[in-house]
């Protein structure tokens, strides 16, 4: 019994020691593990940004579609969390925009991003508006989808839905 261990002993050793050596060879030519790796993955507020900008504009789109007194730069920026002193324009939003929700879903292999909004065109003559649905749909890559969001279309295999929410100014 003691001859194997003896025996398996230098086995593990002889890994470790490999593995030593490739670290450190990764070193001297400029790779470290965690270097590369965050080359692979870089921080997940870039890939919210960039799908948080897509959907902000999509949206302050159809808002002034919806009531052209609506300027959709001027909404992009306060659905960005960029116009804290665009209080009018936070008030028509709250006014007109009702619901909207992101949507993540993969297809046939590949991703897509989907955006939907509903929203109530200025009320006329006493009566209820008529509400419209606005929805648009983008392939996105892979690794533009949120980390987050990545484990949970991993983990349940359906598509994630999240809700979308004016921020505060």
């Given at each position: 019994m003691a001859e194997r261990v003896s025996q398996e002993q230098p086995q593990g050793c002889l890994i470790s020691l490999i593995n030593f050596l490739v670290r450190g060879l990764m070193r001297l030519f400029g790779m470290s593990v965690r270097g590369v790796r965050a080359t692979v993955m870089p921080p997940d507020e870039t890939f919210k940004a960039y799908v948080d900008a897509w959907v902000s504009e999509?949206?302050?789109?159809?808002?002034?579609?919806?009531?052209?007194?609506?300027?959709?730069?001027?909404?992009?920026?306060?659905?960005?969390?960029?116009?804290?002193?665009?209080?009018?324009?936070?008030?028509?939003?709250?006014?007109?925009?009702?619901?909207?929700?992101?949507?993540?879903?993969?297809?046939?292999?590949?991703?897509?991003?989907?955006?939907?909004?509903?929203?109530?065109?200025?009320q006329q003559n006493g009566r209820q508006p008529h509400i419209l649905r606005w929805r648009a749909e983008r392939e996105i890559a892979w690794h533009d989808i949120p980390n987050d969001v990545r484990e949970r279309l991993i983990r349940l295999r359906e598509p994630v839905t999240l809700g979308y929410n004016v921020p505060q100014g």
């Open positions: 999509r949206i302050a789109t159809w808002l002034h579609q919806t009531r052209a007194e609506i300027n959709p730069e001027d909404a992009a920026k306060v659905l960005n969390g960029e116009g804290a002193h665009l209080h009018d324009v936070r008030r028509l939003i709250y006014e007109t925009l009702i619901d909207a929700k992101v949507t993540f879903s993969q297809r046939d292999g590949k991703q897509y991003l989907e955006v939907e909004a509903y929203m109530a065109p200025r």
